[in-house]
């Protein structure tokens, strides 16, 4: 290209939005541009509607008029309202018009509760948002989260209907109905904007191994002429302005520039793949080195505190888990533990963390904090800290999934407490796995200095190159210090996944592969 993004990095910072990793495969304008009117790459506008079969009919002469109070639920266990529906009169089986937009972060638990009313007649010339909600008739709840809904493949989740006041654990002979949940995503450009772009400018250079290259000529051409070269088979004459200093007219080439292909293709979205059967496999790593301290006393990070509250480790493991839980559909997770000997072995550098010796994987994020737990009296803390058998580890089940025709994209979480002893191992691991369907977290806990492993986070560096001078085909590790996210109010989850959509499509897209291949 010509001198239209001279300076990429000034151009974005100027439009208020963040560097690119290098790798990145989207239009940077279309970006700015959406970027400068509140839309953020990351996220999705989706639109749920709702409907509901055999409800219970609360009225002597007619049926019920339902109506649904939708809610938020915090990490807190508080209800935020946030819409209410029309009411439907007289229907057991209402199919409400009224729909919901909300953004959704895949980084985020976004836990939604719906509340079933039947309105009483005497309020129903009220509009629903003036309705007491006391002085209506609960028909019924349901709970379930934003990420439940999407990664179904119709994107519709259906529900059963309780009682607040009822146990889930006891049986009921009174019929409550279903509630079900339908998402659409959202086109951004539903608003329309026209848009102006700077015509392309397109250099013809003659190669010299020197690197000194010699311009020959260029062309100024929009998508569409470009468009039209194409169609028609006609070339397009080089230029070559004139030298600063001179007021010469341009100088028209003999040599011609022809457009042999031409072709447009539509962006699938994050929400696309899932909706489209593919899957996010969670795969965790935890540091039991020396440095973590004793577990047995209180200043160790590793401490697991008799009140329950989680150390930092489990805290990790807890938040990214309950996240990536529901993109897994078995949710059976590989777990392994790192620079400790085993009971009556040698110091290991990847160990199953269920002390089994033929398999690694454990029942839900549950599993992953039992096995935990168990593996702290299992197991002498050792070192070094050494991540690249871990990381070849998961590689190599990426690179079996891969080869099987399996549509999985795989995320490891490794924590750890200190900077890692084979950084050049780690960055050959690495480099490799970047050609595989793999994203890795690493989570750095305690008070260790982690500036060194920020080299391993593209985003903060270049591209990580081998031994053998390969580059990684694009940017796999996303790193944070707990510490920097813990006390703030943002959560570690947050600050670590925003970044997997991201890599799981710019995977996906150099590979060409559709939703629905």
């Known amino acids: 290209m010509g001198n239209c993004f001279s300076d990429d990095a000034v151009g974005r910072s100027a439009a208020g939005a963040t560097p690119f990793s290098q790798n990145n495969t989207s239009n ?27 409800l219970r009919d609360r009225d002597v002469f007619s049926q019920s008029d339902p109506m649904v109070v939708i809610y938020t639920k915090g990490r807190d266990g508080k209800l ?8 439907i009169q007289n229907s057991l089986n209402p199919k409400w018009i009224h729909k919901l937009k909300i953004t959704y972060l895949f980084e985020v638990v976004q836990t939604l509760v719906f509340f079933v009313y039947d309105v009483d007649t005497q309020y129903q010339n ?4 003036m309705l007491k909600l006391d002085e209506q008739q609960y028909l019924g709840e349901a709970t379930c989260v934003l990420s439940e809904i999407v990664t179904k493949s119709e994107r519709s989740l259906t529900l059963d209907l309780v009682y607040r006041e009822e146990s889930t654990s006891s049986t009921h002979t009174h019929h409550r109905g279903k509630f079900t949940v339908h998402a659409e995503e959202c086109v951004s450009s539903k608003t329309t904007t026209e848009m102006i772009l700077s015509p392309l400018i397109i250099e013809c250079y003659n190669f010299n191994n020197n690197g000194k290259h010699e311009l020959i000529g260029k062309v100024q051409k929009s998508l569409v002429e470009l468009e039209k070269l194409s169609f028609s088979g006609e070339g397009e004459n080089l230029f070559l302005l004139p030298s600063a200093g001179h007021d010469y007219h341009i ?5 011609q520039l022809f457009v042999d292909k ?3 293709s539509v962006q699938q979205t994050f929400l696309d793949y899932i909706a489209g059967g593919y899957e996010m496999n969670f795969m965790v790593a935890v540091d039991f080195t020396a440095s973590n301290g004793n577990p047995r006393l209180p200043d160790s990070l590793h401490f697991i505190d008799p009140s329950g509250r989680p150390n930092s480790y489990q805290r990790a493991i807890i938040e990214v888990g309950e996240v990536l839980q529901f993109y897994d559909s078995d949710k059976r997770f590989p777990a392994w533990g790192f620079g400790a000997r085993p009971i009556d072995g040698p110091v290991s550098h990847c160990f199953n963390l269920n002390g089994s010796s033929h398999y690694c994987e454990v029942e839900g994020t549950q599993g992953i904090l039992m096995a935990y737990t168990s593996a702290l009296h299992n197991v002498s803390l050792a070192g070094p800290t050494l991540f690249g058998p871990v990381v070849n580890n998961a590689a190599l089940i990426a690179s079996q999934s891969l080869a099987s025709g399996g549509r999985k994209y795989f995320v490891l979480l490794i924590i750890t407490d200190g900077v890692v002893t084979d950084l050049q191992e780690t960055k050959d691991a690495l480099v490799k796995a970047s050609d595989l369907p793999l994203s890795i977290l690493i989570v750095g806990v305690g008070g260790a200095d982690f500036k060194e492993m ?7 560096g270049e591209r990580l190159e081998s031994t053998t001078g390969r580059v990684a085909s694009r940017d796999i590790v996303q790193f944070v210090p707990f510490r920097d996210v813990q006390g703030g109010g943002i959560s570690v989850v947050q600050e670590l996944l925003a970044e997997i959509p991201h890599q799981f499509l710019t995977y996906i897209r150099s590979r060409d592969v559709q939703p629905n291949s």
Do not use: H, P, W
């Not at 700015?32 to 409907?51: H, K, M």
């Not at 009220?126 to 948002?129: H, Q, S, Y």
């Not at 920020?454 to 903060?460: M, S, T």
């Open 28 to 54: 940077t304008a279309v970006d700015c541009f959406l970027l400068s009117r509140g839309y953020r790459g990351l996220y999705s506008q989706i639109e749920l509607s709702f409907s509901a079969s055999n």
């Open 80 to 87: 935020e309202e946030l819409d209410r529906t029309e009411v």
């Open 126 to 129: 009220l509009g629903v948002k």
């Open 251 to 255: 100088k028209v080439l003999k040599s």
């Open 262 to 264: 031409f072709s447009e």
């Open 454 to 460: 920020e080299v391993l986070d593209a985003d903060k």
